[in-house]
């Protein structure tokens, strides 16, 4: 389910600088966790620390997958994918995501500790990173150093 888009940036800069493909920066961030509190804190964070980025918040896998299914250039975009939800998890979405596209740009955001876990995001293709919650301005500053495939 779409929850809502960063305030700042509610128009979509994709439209407003059409080069903007021709960059190694990252323009949007979709962010997929189930827990509200979390996708409020982790917007604020990245408002705060990277306003040149929009945001798109989805706490239901299906939602998520139908919304970047769409996507004409995904590599534009990161997604930020939580692990832990309570029907279909990060795991399903990682299964159809990488069916979708071979674009190196999701960012695993989770509470999961277990190593195993770790390694097995990080065995698709389209895993940049494994990262542990909560989404601080460290991690932001990390975030901001990826660059597109």
Do not use: C
């Not at 832990?84 to 999701?106: C, R």
């Not at 494994?130 to 500053?141: H, Q, T, V």
């Amino acid at each position: 389910m779409y929850i809502y888009t960063s305030i700042a940036q509610s128009e979509n800069p994709m439209d407003q600088n059409p080069t903007y493909q021709e960059t190694n920066k990252y323009q949007q961030v979709i962010l997929i966790d189930d827990d509200r509190i979390t996708n409020i804190l982790s917007t604020r964070m990245l408002s705060k620390y990277a306003p040149d980025l929009s945001i798109e918040v989805f706490d239901d896998i299906d939602a998520a997958i139908a919304h970047v299914s769409k996507l004409t250039n995904p590599e534009n975009y990161l997604i930020l994918l939580d692990l832990n939800f309570p029907i279909k998890s990060g795991w399903d979405f990682l299964e159809a995501y990488q069916h979708m596209t071979q674009k190196s740009n999701v960012v695993v955001l989770t509470s999961s500790i277990d190593e195993s876990d770790k390694q097995r995001a990080l065995s698709y293709v389209t895993v940049r990173k494994f990262m542990s919650k909560p989404l601080n301005a460290m991690l932001i500053e990390q975030l901001k150093q990826l660059q597109k495939d």
